[in-house]
T-cell receptor, first 115, second 108 residues
């Protein structure tokens, strides 16, 4: 069974630009969660999507948004990039809502560098 | 007080010994607990999930949960050099919170 896939694996952008990251969950998984990982802040929850609806949201500004498609694939968008957005962005999928305790499995991540 | 706390380490354990990793949490309503292993430059990998008080064993790994004392631990028996990694504790109550991780180093 294929795991969670994320594209692209690496991105370099400049301040003020926007970026879109993509995540394909494990087959049969309907929930996709997004996380930001930095050395200083650790792994922080961004949001979770289930059945094309955002079900849970972390404490990030509105520049961070996402969506989920009918095939459960998800995209995350960051607008007006700032230097502090440089991080590893991880996507995780689960059969049901992760927020109620379903096991999550992570993709390889997208390394975003903002110059 | 952080919502999920882990000792950052590094925790150095001799090969073959038992490694003990601890995690405390502040939300008494927390119901689901997970341990992930993350190698340098890689994404987190799920090791164990635990939902009820007591011990749960899977191979060389044992997760222990004590909701009254608000801690969850991970024991690794017969530690191997390949166990050297950062171990992340995740706790779910109304939201999903990860600890900052404990770096474990297994010395030959």
């Amino acid at each position: 069974k294929a795991g969670v896939t994320q594209t692209p694996r690496y991105l370099i952008k400049t301040r003020g630009q926007q970026v879109t990251l993509s995540c394909s969950p494990i087959s049969g998984h309907r929930s996709v969660s997004w996380y930001q990982q930095t050395p200083g802040q650790g792994l922080q929850f961004l949001f979770e999507y289930f059945s094309e609806t955002q079900r849970n949201k972390g404490n990030f500004p509105g520049r961070f948004s996402g969506r989920q498609f009918s095939n459960s694939r998800s995209e995350m968008n960051v607008s007006t990039l700032e230097l502090g957005d440089s991080a590893l962005y991880l996507c995780a999928s689960s059969r049901g809502l992760a927020g109620v305790g379903n096991e999550q499995f992570f993709g390889p991540g997208t390394r975003l560098t903002v110059l | 007080q952080k919502e999920v706390e882990q000792n950052s380490g590094p925790l150095s354990v001799p090969e073959g010994a038992i490694a003990s990793l601890n995690c405390t949490y502040s939300d008494r309503g927390s119901q689901s607990f997970f341990w992930y292993r993350q190698y340098s430059g890689k994404s987190p990998e799920l090791i164990m999930s635990i939902y009820s008080n007591g011990d749960k064993e899977d191979g060389r790994f044992t997760a222990q949960l004590n909701k009254a004392s608000q801690y969850v631990s991970l024991l690794i028996r017969d530690s191997q050099p390949s166990d050297s990694a950062t171990y992340l504790c995740a706790v779910i109550a109304s939201k999903i919170i990860f600890g900052s991780g404990t770096r474990l180093s297994i010395r030959p």
